[in-house]
């Protein structure tokens, strides 16, 4: 799961107590369901990289600033499903000594399979990339069968459905459709690399994480991209 760090924050302050509680039971639903659950996390709570202009920093200073954001986020995701009962493991690109490490693909298969939730930070570990990148690497690394995308809102539309009134959801697109129709599912680079090892992307409303298992028992709650049509349904 892609999770942004705008919808762990509160209107009061960088975190949302309530968000994350019900976050939490999703993840103990889902794994009660016998899901092997992994997240990557952004740090948009905390800091912006847009921001960097008007601080007059270089990008390359905010990126390692949203890195670091990244692992305070992860923290507080790892010690909220820990209250839960639930076994968590912070992932790093980089090493934060006795928070997070790095771990190889084998290593992070072998946690999700015994149980593990596994929190993904520090982006890739290298400025000028972004999370979206980091979650479809993260994906193919341990052999994801899905990738969910937790958005604003609840799909894909053919255009900004908090502009526009008209807007169309789309229940099912290929990744050849999303590209051509310039629909913003991820960026480029990560798009392309789930496309091309055939990993599907699934887009919903992650404002409430109770659609997280909405949306596993109906798709038609988010929006599905997949290589190609015949394989929705298992066709």
């Known amino acids: ?17 309530s968000y994350l509680n019900e976050l939490s039971e999703a993840v103990l639903r889902l794994r009660n369901e ?8 952004g740090g948009g709570n905390i800091w ?10 270089n990008g390359t200073d905010a990126d390692y600033i949203g890195m670091l954001s990244t692992a305070v986020n992860g923290l507080m ?63 193919v690394e341990i052999s994801a069968d899905l990738l969910v995308k937790l958005t604003k809102v609840d799909g894909v539309y053919d255009k900004d459905p908090i502009k526009y009134v008209d807007a ?10 999303a590209v051509q129709k310039s629909l913003g599912v991820m960026d480029l680079a ?14 919903i409303k992650g404002t409430d994480p109770m659609e997280l298992i909405a949306f596993l028992h109906d798709p038609s709650k988010g929006t599905l991209v997949v290589p190609n049509l015949e394989e929705v349904h298992g066709e």
């Not at 912006?48 to 920093?57: E, N, P, S, V």
């Not at 169309?168 to 459709?177: G, H, I, M, R, S």
Request: hydrophobic share 45%; aromatic share 8%; with cysteine.
């Open 1 to 17: 799961m892609k999770l942004s760090g705008e919808l762990l924050s509160g209107e009061n302050g960088v975190f949302s107590a």
């Open 34 to 41: 016998g899901k092997q659950i992994a997240f990557v996390v």
């Open 48 to 57: 912006r990289g847009r921001d960097a202009d008007l601080l007059g920093i």
């Open 77 to 139: 995701l790892k010690s909220c499903f820990e209250s839960r009962g639930l076994k968590a493991e912070l992932v790093s690109s980089f090493l934060i000594e006795g928070t997070a490490y790095r771990r190889h693909p084998s290593e992070i298969r072998n946690l999700l399979e015994n149980q593990v939730t596994v929190i993904f930070v520090g982006g890739t570990g290298m400025p000028h990339l972004t999370t979206d990148t980091l979650a479809a690497i993260r994906a």
């Open 168 to 177: 169309c959801k789309y229940d099912v697109l290929t990744f050849d459709e």
């Open 190 to 203: 990560a798009f392309a690399l789930l496309r091309d090892k055939n990993i599907p992307v699934a887009v």
